[in-house]
């Protein structure tokens, strides 16, 4: 503290005297000013008969720019207090260094709560509801881990896998009257095919065109699914998809379904839960797979094209089934995901596979810190249960939303967990600082 | 050529547009010794590497790889990570090119990646976890102690390869292409950056890499004392051709050597050399 507290002092007056302050100040004011003089200090309408009446809110807009000025000159004033360097980096590294102690026992208390959720929300549909879509998206955000956190792939075009997983499922299932336990793997191949007919293409692009083209891919994925009108019924979506049975018993109201069997009085309840327990085991799974395969030589080799392609050629890695195998991997998870998905709304359509998708999973990874699988999870709880968490805000939420993630990302830019676990050891188990730690190329 | 010729390259050129970076370039490398090319900046070396190890594929010429059991590869024609894959030829980079973010051990162990992927049943029997799998990691895991062991990092094993001091994250880069165990051994510039007493140890990790393991070693330098010291033929390249081969001593000796270091022509350099004591 006492080294933080001398910062102001060593540094240049040019950085942290009143005159820096005040005219850090009035230039925020300025920007306020011209901002806001449009979006606040003018009010338009459509009038009774359909002409523009607008009226001025200068007394609104002046609070507005006085409350910037105040609020510029306290932030500054608060930073020349606790130091800069508290804020900026101080906060990552003691955060970075408790982690390990933190994620040995958070994981396995959070994976109890959630174990628990059903028995403790047992009457709140809605909070189940909740945990469910958090927990498809948790698993999306661990499948998607698998291609953009370890092998340093950036797809934006994830939610094709996801709608090719899905749409598997609905066509298999209500053409062919298959089970939804051999719908779930054959979904999860079929997506990881699309995985590999992506990569193909892509194999030579990186960075920004890499994710021009999964964006494209994402988008072509939905206008067939909306278009291709004889086999995927279009913007009508595919209705009717078989609900998933407890094995083979039906989750109904009927004398061969699972409440009269068990001698228990029938909810539809039950259904949900059992949904609860289904996409919490395959996400587990997903995180299972994931943690086994950065331990094999292929999660290796992904880590390693990530750091440094042309080392891992010279090496005589693969580099084309290296990334082929890393995007039929989440490929694969994306697919069951959506499985999963089909047969929990009962009813698909395009509208559900938008790039909003792509880019809410994406978020979470990044977010969560890039291959972390409880970061992952964290980011997925707090963007989906946090949306949910602002819903009191009303029209405010994806502001404030929006400024959480922001504020997120100026404290911990590398996500919550930006550290990297080493796969192996010698000695001690350590971790890795998030700088060294390259994003990726690709 | 003869029959303990590990690298034969013959009538090697390499043009990018216009520039002739190497012209019809023909040497070869003995099995069981060190190599060095060396040639002033600009004289193709790092090219004639990049040819050898797949990053180019050369305009004309040959390159042939014989193994130590007669079975021989064309390098220009071999797939880029076969070359390192089939035909045993490892190489480190003029700029390092380590894993930053992945251990000094995991560095090792990428190193090891076809044996261990096959051991691992691509990937399939390794995620049930078979013993065979286990085996054979404990195996790649105990060459990655040796080698570590070798280099005196085994205590930053489990470190970042970022963290590592330059001179480290240089012997880790040549312990990383042991680890591949390869036949052909292609170094750029080893020495480069490192003090005095580290290029001494380093000539002594190049010296032992020859004497206890089956791998020769093809040397790219320009820290004199290292080239001179262990290497036991040494070829000039200047403006991309071959102006001289032969032992430290007869380099040493060469008025065409000189001439092209000093950037003058073989008559002052043989003026510069007589007035020598």
């Known amino acids: 503290m006492a080294r933080t507290f001398h910062v102001p002092l060593s540094t240049p007056a040019a950085t942290s005297g009143p005159a820096f302050i005040l005219k850090k100040a009035i230039l925020s004011a300025l920007v306020a000013l011209i901002l806001f003089s449009l979006m606040i200090g003018i009010r338009t309408e459509a009038g009774p008969e359909g002409q523009l009446i607008f009226w001025t809110r200068f007394g609104d807009l002046a609070m507005l720019v006085v409350t910037v000025f105040a609020g510029s000159i306290l932030v500054e004033l608060a930073r020349g207090w606790f130091g800069r360097s508290r804020l900026s980096s101080h906060l990552p590294s003691s955060l ?72 598997s499922y609905a066509l298999l299932a209500t053409t062919f009257d298959l089970s939804f336990w051999i719908c779930l793997p054959l979904a999860g191949i079929l997506a990881a095919f699309w995985g590999v007919l992506l990569g193909f293409p892509v194999l030579r692009l990186r960075g920004d065109y890499l994710a021009i083209v999964t964006l494209a891919f994402g988008e072509i994925i939905r206008l067939v699914l909306l278009n291709w009108q004889h086999v995927t019924g279009g913007p009508n979506g595919i209705s009717g998809i078989p609900r998933p049975s407890f094995f083979g018993i039906p989750l109904t109201n009927t004398d061969d379904g699972l409440a009269a069997r068990l001698g228990i009085e029938f909810s539809t309840t039950h259904r949900i839960i059992f949904l609860f327990y289904l996409i919490l085991a395959l996400a587990l799974l997903t995180n299972w797979v994931t943690i086994r395969l950065r331990r094999l030589p292929i999660g290796r080799a992904w880590e390693a094209l990530r750091e440094d392609e042309v080392a891992c050629r010279a090496l005589g890695i693969n580099t084309t089934t290296t990334k082929l195998t890393a995007f039929a991997t989440g490929a694969m998870f994306g697919g069951i995901a959506g499985a999963f998905f089909a047969t929990r709304q009962g009813f698909i359509s395009p509208e559900s596979f938008s790039f909003q998708e792509s880019a809410l999973v994406l978020a979470i990874v990044v977010l969560g810190g890039m291959g972390s699988q409880l970061g992952v999870a964290l980011a997925a709880l707090a963007m989906i249960g946090g949306f949910e968490l602002f819903r009191g805000f009303e029209q405010f939420r994806m502001l404030v939303f929006g400024l959480a993630m922001v504020m997120l990302m100026i404290w911990r830019p590398r996500g919550l967990i930006g550290h990297r676990a080493p796969t192996v050891f010698l000695e001690k188990p350590t971790t890795i600082s998030s700088t060294l730690v390259k994003e990726g190329h690709g | 050529m003869s029959a303990d010729c590990i690298l034969d390259v013959t009538h090697l050129s390499m043009r990018f547009g216009g520039i002739v970076a190497v012209n019809d370039l023909t040497f070869s490398a003995d099995r069981g010794k060190i190599t060095a090319l060396i040639g002033p900046n600009g004289a193709g070396k790092t090219t004639v590497f990049n040819c050898i190890t797949g990053f180019y594929k050369p305009t004309t010429g040959m390159i042939r790889l014989t193994h130590g059991n007669g079975r021989s590869f064309l390098l220009e024609r071999l797939f880029d990570y076969r070359i390192s894959k089939t035909a045993k030829v490892a190489r480190t980079f003029q700029n390092i090119r380590l894993f930053a973010g992945m251990t000094a051990l995991e560095n090792l162990l990428v190193a090891q990646h076809n044996p261990l992927m096959k051991a691992s049943g691509f990937t399939f029997l390794g995620l049930v976890g078979v013993p065979a799998f286990r085996h054979a990691e404990q195996r790649a895991i105990e060459r990655a102690r040796y080698w570590l062991d070798r280099i005196g990092l085994i205590e930053r094993a489990d470190d970042a390869a970022g963290n590592l001091a330059y001179g480290d994250q240089r012997r880790l880069e040549i312990a990383r292409a042991m680890c591949s165990e390869p036949a052909l051994l292609c170094l750029d510039e080893p020495a480069a950056g490192l003090n005095a007493r580290e290029s001494e140890a380093l000539s002594e990790l190049l010296l032992s890499i020859r004497n206890d393991h089956e791998t020769s070693v093809l040397l790219i330098e320009h820290d004199m004392a290292v080239v001179m010291g262990i290497s036991d033929t040494i070829v000039v390249l200047d403006y991309g051709v071959k102006i001289a081969s032969g032992t430290p001593r007869a380099i040493r000796d060469d008025p065409k050597v000189i001439a092209a270091y000093l950037g003058a022509d073989e008559n002052t350099a043989r003026a510069v050399m007589e007035q020598q004591p």
């Open chain 1, 96 to 167: 970075g260094s408790g982690a390990k102690t933190f994620s040995r026992f958070f994981a396995p208390a959070l994976l109890i709560f959630t174990l628990l959720v059903p028995v403790i929300f047992y009457d709140q549909r809605y909070v189940l509801d909740l945990g469910i879509l958090v927990l498809t998206y948790v698993m999306l955000g661990w499948g998607l881990n698998v291609v953009v956190g370890l092998a340093g792939l950036l797809d934006l075009g994830y939610v094709a896998f996801y709608a090719v997983g899905a749409y």
